[in-house]
């Protein structure tokens, strides 16, 4: 009796945290004000208390954890095939007319599925029986602990005023394509000057040697990030507080395969980088997953932020990165402005030519050197393009299921940020 009574607990105790879980994403769903408050009020209380102690681990837990998360579902997989395996069996014998094994129990009789079996084989079977269902016990508490973490740390932040509400106010202003073309050559003249000014190696790639802090101390790429974003927090409150140092991924070959920059993981709350990817994109990387844990959740915010936290430092390094991290976006924006009316491009390139960017800067805006393609791809498991395209499908699913409805194509936004922001700041 006890011991019912003890599962009867555990059942309710299951079904409670269902419903919580329910509960929030619905509140979410259905109220950008609960969200809002959710992350002014609740959000920080995880990256001060979770997030530090995790931010102890010199390497990132996340990354372990989607390691044991993997090896868990493979372990599932195999248990379901074994019983499956036996329940095949089970059925032939039964239709081929094999004996079954018949034992007395307290006056009842009990059929053992497995058909005539020694001692010794009805003890394993009973063995990996009671494995099978204390395993998935276990597996079922682990999926709802996730289910519950994804949903503090991940969902309800998709359901919340984004960053140019909060700061911007309510967006009804339609841009230009000569407003376009002022920002990409603010941005493409920043990168022809700053491009000059890089240390290099004999190879002419770009180095570096640490940037000076607030305090006029040296300060590691990571903590500089952490800095710049603080900084950022004085101008936008939202962006305050404590923030861990970003982690490289020991799986940066692989998350190259998915041209993946950098990734938030909510159940560990780290912000987590690339760190075999060209040394201009780490900066932007850093202070992008960093803004993550402030909770802006959407990429182009993110994008956004983390060029901001780069442009806006001291150090050219950063600021260099910073506008190298949109150019591509606006670069495309042009092409597509061409694309779609070729006139209307002519006519506006008349009146404000876009600059003429060096090619030493679009030397430096690589992803991945050719040296470490030639050496991911020489080890790979799997074929680079479809590593690749099983991300697009995740990215754009996971977008999408989150209420982003054209799910990876928000990442251009940043461009409608940049707009909004340089209009705004008078720029323009």
Known sequence: MNKRKRNMGKYVVYCGILLLIAALNMAA?????????????IFPLWVNTYGRITG????????????????????AIVLGLVWAGIGILSGFRAVFGR???EEKNAGSRECDMTGKQTAGQRKVYGGIRRFSMAFYRVL????????LVMTLNCFILYHASTFSQHYFGVD???????????????VADQCNILAKEMERDENGMVLYGGSLGEHGDLLDMADMAREQMRRLGEMYPQLEGYYPRPKALLCSDFMCQQYMQGYYFPFSMEANYNDVMYILNIPSTMCHELAHLRGYIYEDEANFIGYLACVLSEDRFFQYAGYLSVLNYLNNDLYKAWESNSAAYEEAIALVPPVTIDDQVWTDNIFVTQEEW??????????TEIVDAAADVFIDTNLKVNGVADG????????ELLLEYYKRSGDL
Do not use: C, Q
């Open 56 to 75: 102890l681990v010199p390497f990132s837990v996340g990354e372990w954890m989607l390691g044991a998360g993997t090896v868990l579902i493979v372990m």
């Open 172 to 186: 009804e202003s339609e841009y230009t394509l000569t407003e376009l073309i002022k920002v990409y050559n603010m």
């Open 29 to 41: 769903w259905n109220s950008t004000d609960f969200s809002d408050w959710y992350i002014a009020h």
């Open 374 to 383: 030639d050496r991911i791809n020489g080890k790979a498991i799997i074929d």
């Open 99 to 101: 004996d079954v094994v």
């Open 408 to 415: 990876a194509v928000s990442y251009s936004r940043v461009v």
């Open 140 to 147: 079922a508490w682990i999926l709802l602990g996730v289910s």
